[in-house]
């Protein structure tokens, strides 16, 4: 099976993505936050540089709880822009 290339529009989304999840981490450690997602260091740096645009749906969920943002916020995120995400505390 072929995948195929993502549109400007799902580009875009990753990148929105990408900032709300490096907001909602704040001062919190990248290593740290990858650990307790359970994803690698260098997958979440891609995502947060929006380099990884599409990431699977268990590493958002992953991220989700790891940064205690409602998975709803982050799908919202996806969809829409100007939709802010609450730096961790």
Same mark, same amino acid.
Request: a positive charge; glycine letters at 8%; charged letters at 20%.
């Given at each position: 099976?072929?995948?195929?290339?993502? %549109?400007?529009e $799902?580009?875009? *989304?990753?990148?929105r993505? /990408?900032a *709300?999840l490096?907001t @909602?981490?704040?001062d919190?450690?990248?290593?740290e936050v @990858?650990? *307790?997602a /359970?994803?690698s260091p260098e997958t979440l740096r891609?995502?947060?540089?929006g380099?990884l645009p599409a990431p699977a749906?268990? %590493?958002?969920?992953?991220?989700? $709880? +790891?940064?205690?943002?409602?998975?709803?916020?982050? *799908?919202e995120?996806?969809l +829409? @822009?100007d939709i802010?995400?609450? $730096? +961790?505390s």
């Amino acid at each position: 099976m072929v995948r195929r290339p993502l %549109t400007p529009e $799902q580009i875009a *989304a990753g990148r929105r993505l /990408g900032a *709300a999840l490096r907001t @909602a981490r704040g001062d919190r450690g990248l290593i740290e936050v @990858a650990l *307790a997602a /359970g994803i690698s260091p260098e997958t979440l740096r891609k995502i947060e540089a929006g380099r990884l645009p599409a990431p699977a749906f268990g %590493t958002v969920v992953g991220l989700s $709880q +790891a940064l205690d943002v409602p998975l709803e916020m982050l *799908a919202e995120v996806w969809l +829409a @822009a100007d939709i802010p995400v609450r $730096q +961790a505390s």
